[in-house]
């Protein structure tokens, strides 16, 4: 019997072998460049290895298309300006192996589902176009003025615009991502839903409303010259390695850190720099002064806690608030303290889990520092009450008057390389007025003013068969989302899936009646077009815009740009009806950016800028205390502690990322600083949850989650007694992502709530 579409979606059950060391006490050092050479050697050329590592994050080179920390504005390591998992991504971009027709004639789409993740990831790069026709078992090759021109009579085929779903993963560059949401706006939509809206679009939802951006506020040099930083819901060891380096500088200046997490992640304790051979000897930095083991989404009811202290003593002694930046900058404050007055200190800090001896150490700091940053990620933005996490978070800084000055302000650090470049340009379903009006007098045609669908509203359209096309720019649609088997069925109702992709992933296995793989080029790849080799640019996540052009030789000569695919769709979709000339841009990149510079605040002279080493810094609010809010004014809000309770039966669970991956792309079974090896379908419970269901180590369990009437099941993880606070487990994604329900979101984001999903555990019989 052939695989249905939720089969296929689902990752492999199958068990690899499973070894456990202790976790590790420090990050980086020799380990992590032997790792990052390790993975080099096994997947690249050692031409290609060489020369990537003396580019990477270089002025003038390319930009590292792992995470979205920022470089250093002035000196760079002459040692290599990247960290392992940069490495890891370069490897696994710029594999030795390609895979085409012939690959494609031999593996069936069927076939190709039932390997691994990781085995689908290291098939190869993808080089040539390939059609999966209704019906058929085999991708074949087709050209690439036939796919365009399917893709083309597709969507001219739907009954209205907003049947298509415009979805783009954050490596996008500005140029693609700015034509690509320009393309689906004069085609008629606007349902453009990104990452972002799994990712840190409760931070964006929260900033805008209290500080009027969806941005941090800080810069490197800011956090190298706080007094205390709090790491709260971050990984950084993993997922932002070099991180570290600006923690430590931060510590060697005095600084200190605070680490709230419910794992005692390795890089938050210890770091050595391995771009610093002096460290590599001595033995690295302690960097967490306090570590904080806080129950999951425990983050509101401790931020509470601290505030209901802090007014305390500002009662009693006053002096703690800063009183001058209240009054100049903000609005609320009054609602906000007698909203607070509601609260009990004793219930807040209970509800959060953690000890009053910690409470009092964290408190300590934060009473006395006048220099606060925030730094945080996916612990604080996958919940249902996310929005409220970091609304509470501001609260505090704003009492502190921590928002801009040198020093202090909000850090959530952002995951992709140019996930914040893409909102920038316009990949928003819900942009704002400002930005269409200026869209319509530069083009002359009339974008939709209705808000498009975000992630979870465009799986609920294809799902009840409203959205007909799905169009994929980059990223792991099928993989990353909540809810495989419902959102798996979503795509099967289409009509056309369509993904533009550098490897093989499952989201091309998982398609509608017809689908189709685009092959583009990489980051490090050399981009021609008939004006030369192009430069393209990002932004970081500290708002700074910089140029990456590739250095390699593109690993086949099929390849098509981005920019190229967006400006070809557009032309086969839009001939004889369009405003634009969509083929000029492709041949010449800078002029994308003149047109971005007409339509998006902040890029004034950006071809010249763009030429500057560094980049340049685009206009940041808060950064100067001009907060472009409602009010005109930094907004206190008003927020309620989560409601939800759990039965002694249940755990909340978390589902996170290995030290070995890159969101959906498994780059081997390990993650070495947590000590679990050569396996990823674990799930790391806390001892006496283990005893208290019969559970010894290693026994195979099967996991339920249950959620507003319906239940969701993943079976065969193997339990690993860890660290943490009990009644909370740990899998990883997207193994567990069955489990996450489409309906369990962030209030007023729909961010994905799958860092607390409630869940029980049985042993498998
Ligand atoms: N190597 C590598 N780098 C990456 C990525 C990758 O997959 N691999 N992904 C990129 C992307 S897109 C992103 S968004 C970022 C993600 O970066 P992170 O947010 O660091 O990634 P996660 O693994 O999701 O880790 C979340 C952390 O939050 C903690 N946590 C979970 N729930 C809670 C909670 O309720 N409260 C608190 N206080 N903590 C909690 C977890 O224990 C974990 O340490 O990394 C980016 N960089
Ligand atoms: N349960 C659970 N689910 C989650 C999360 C979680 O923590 N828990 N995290 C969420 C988060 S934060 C995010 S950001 C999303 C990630 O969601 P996505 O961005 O959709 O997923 P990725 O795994 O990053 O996408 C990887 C694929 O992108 C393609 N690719 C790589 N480089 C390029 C390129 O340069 N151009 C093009 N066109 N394609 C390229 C490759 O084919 C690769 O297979 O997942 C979310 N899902
Ligand atoms: S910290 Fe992020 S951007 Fe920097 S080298 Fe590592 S993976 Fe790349
Ligand atoms: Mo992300």
Not at 321 to 327: P, Q, R, Y
Request: with cysteine; hydrophobic share 35%; proline share 4%.
């Amino acid at each position: 019997m052939s695989r249905s579409s939720t089969d296929k979606a689902s990752t492999s059950e199958k068990f690899t072998t499973l070894k456990i060391t202790k976790p590790a006490t420090n990050t980086g050092g020799f380990n992590a460049l032997k790792s990052a050479f390790s993975h080099a050697s096994k997947y690249m050329k050692p031409s290609q290895a060489i020369k990537i590592s003396t580019k990477i994050n270089q002025k003038g080179g390319f930009d590292c298309p792992g995470c979205a920390w920022p470089d250093p504005d002035d000196e760079r390591s002459s040692l290599g300006e990247y960290c392992e998992n940069g490495m890891k991504a370069m490897s696994e971009e710029m594999q030795k192996t390609t895979i085409g027709h012939d690959f494609f004639k031999k593996h069936s789409v069927e076939e190709l589902s039932e390997l691994s993740d990781f085995e689908i990831g290291k098939s190869g790069r993808l080089s040539e176009p390939m059609f999966l026709a209704e019906g058929a078992t085999h991708y074949e090759p087709l050209s690439w003025n036939a796919a365009f021109e399917k893709v083309g009579a597709h969507l001219n085929a739907l009954n209205n615009p907003d049947e298509a779903v415009f979805y783009t993963s954050g490596r996008t560059t500005n140029e693609a991502a700015f034509l690509y949401q320009l393309f689906a706006r004069e085609y008629g939509t606007a349902n453009l839903p990104d990452c972002s809206n799994m990712c840190h679009e409760a931070s964006g939802s929260a900033l805008s409303q209290t500080l009027g951006i969806g941005k941090g506020s800080v810069t490197l040099d800011d956090l190298y010259k706080a007094e205390l930083v709090m790491v709260i819901g971050q990984n950084p060891a993993t997922n932002h390695p070099r991180m570290l380096s600006a923690l430590e500088k931060c510590k060697n200046n005095g600084g200190k850190i605070v680490a709230i997490n419910p794992l005692p992640e390795a890089g938050l304790m210890k770091f050595t720099n391995p771009q610093s051979p002096i460290k590599m000897l001595t033995g690295g930095t302690k960097l967490a002064d306090v570590f904080v083991p806080i129950m999951i989404n425990g983050d509101v009811a401790f931020m509470k806690a601290i505030l209901l202290k802090l007014l305390e003593k500002e009662e009693q002694e006053g002096g703690v608030f800063d009183s001058t930046f209240i009054e100049t900058h903000t609005h609320g404050y009054d609602a906000f303290i007698e909203d607070l007055k509601r609260f009990n200190f004793d219930e807040c800090l209970a509800l959060s889990g953690v000890d009053r001896p910690t409470f009092d150490a964290v408190f300590e700091l934060v009473l006395n520092k006048k220099k606060i940053i925030v730094c945080w990620a996916m612990g604080l933005t996958q919940h249902e009450n996310a929005v409220d996490n970091i609304r509470e978070l501001v609260n505090m800084l704003l009492l502190k008057g921590s928002i801009g000055k040198e020093g202090a302000g909000t850090c959530p650090v952002r995951g992709h390389s140019n996930v914040q470049g893409d909102r920038t340009v316009g990949i928003w379903e819900a942009a704002p007025q400002a930005f269409l009006d200026k869209i319509e007098n530069k083009y002359g045609f009339k974008p939709t003013t209705k808000h498009g669908y975000s992630v979870i509203d465009a799986i609920k359209a294809m799902y009840e068969k409203k959205a007909k096309v799905f169009f994929g720019l980059g990223g792991n649609f099928i993989s990353a989302v909540p809810d495989t088997n419902y959102s798996a069925q979503a795509l099967a109702n289409c009509n056309l899936t369509v993904h533009v992709s550098t490897k093989l992933n499952r989201s091309h296995l998982v398609t509608g009646k017809e689908a189709l793989i685009l092959p583009c080029l990489g980051r490090a790849e050399k981009d021609y077009q008939r004006t030369g080799v192009q430069v393209q640019s990002v932004e970081n996540s500290m708002g700074v815009v910089s140029s990456t052009k590739g250095i390699l030789e593109p690993c086949s000569d099929k390849l098509l740009s981005e920019v190229a695919v967006v400006c070809n769709i557009a032309n086969a979709t839009l001939e004889g009806r369009s405003k634009i000339n969509w083929l000029a841009y492709k041949d010449d990149y800078s002029l994308v950016r003149d047109d971005i510079q007409e339509v998006v605040e902040g890029f004034q002279d950006y071809n010249k800028r763009l030429g500057q080493p560094s980049g340049f810094y685009l206009p940041n609010g808060p950064r100067v205390r001009k907060f472009n809010t409602k009010t005109g004014k930094a907004n206190f809000t008003v927020n309620k502690l989560p409601e939800w309770k759990l039965k002694a039966s249940e755990l909340v669970m978390m589902t996170i990322r290995s030290h070995d991956q890159f969101n959906t792309t498994i780059y081997g079974l390990d993650d070495r600083y947590r000590g679990i090896f050569n396996e990823r379908r674990v799930i790391l419970m806390n001892r006496e949850d283990m005893k208290a269901r019969n559970l010894e180590e290693h026994q195979v369990v099967n996991i339920k989650s249950e959620f507003k009437g319906k239940t969701r099941r993943a079976n065969n993880f193997k339990v690993v007694a860890y660290d943490i606070p009990k009644q909370c487990c740990a899998t990883y994604f997207p193994e567990a992502n069955v489990l996450v329900p489409i309906d369990n979101y962030a209030h007023t984001a729909k961010t994905p709530a799958s860092k607390s999903v409630i869940v029980t555990v049985v042993p498998s019989t």
